[in-house]
């Protein structure tokens, strides 16, 4: 199978890049192919342009790289820190410019958009792993959780990926190395069972 993991964190050797390298590690091991994309390593540019937004357009180079391999995933990991309850403005940006309609999704011939997407990512399964540095009761009780809609009703169903799985990891800021350790080997097993052999 191949795999695309994407990851939005800006600083090299975070516990996000921790998570990312062992989900690939562990795609990897299982004998599946991955594609790795660090967004703010590669300086992927999260702003979508107004040439861009009509369904064929043509598109930058790296952006439709990104596309042709969305389209031939198998499954998606994607991991982010949970900043204002919203990913990262890079993993939005990559949102907004390679799950584009004709590439993740479209529309009926009769619907002009107004009616509800048909999906057409390959991706069946998908996987996000979040960060985050407030403890999940204050969590919950002040914001709920406003990124499990995000990914889980908005973004996958919209493409068509039938079964998602979030979990979030906190509070980092405050852990200690043996939980990061336990937190990464849950990462691992949670790829495992998605993605088997």
């Known amino acids: 199978m191949k795999i695309s993991i994407i990851l939005g964190h800006p600083k090299p050797g975070s516990f996000n890049h921790a998570i990312a390298q062992t989900a690939a590690e562990t795609l990897k091991a299982n004998g599946h192919q991955v594609i790795l994309h660090d967004l703010c390593a590669e300086g992927f540019d999260p702003l979508l342009t107004p040439a861009e937004l009509a369904k064929g357009a043509v598109l930058p180079l790296d952006v439709q790289k990104h596309c042709d391999e969305i389209v031939k995933a198998d499954g998606i990991v994607i991991v982010h820190p949970n900043w204002w309850g919203q990913p990262p403005a890079i993993l939005k940006g990559w949102v907004d410019r390679v799950l584009r309609m004709g590439v993740a ?71 200690t190395e043996e939980e990061r350790k336990g937190w990464l080997a849950e990462v691992a097993e949670r790829v495992r069972k998605a993605f088997p052999r």
């Open 105 to 175: 999704y479209t529309f009926k011939v009769s619907d002009n958009g107004e009616g509800v997407p048909v999906g057409l990512l390959k991706a069946k399964k998908a996987l996000v792993f979040t960060t985050s540095n407030t403890p999940r009761e204050r969590e919950q009780e002040a914001f709920g959780d406003p990124l499990e809609a995000l990914w889980g009703k908005c973004v996958f169903p919209f493409c068509g990926v039938d079964f998602f799985e979030r979990r979030n990891f906190e509070v980092v800021v405050a852990s």
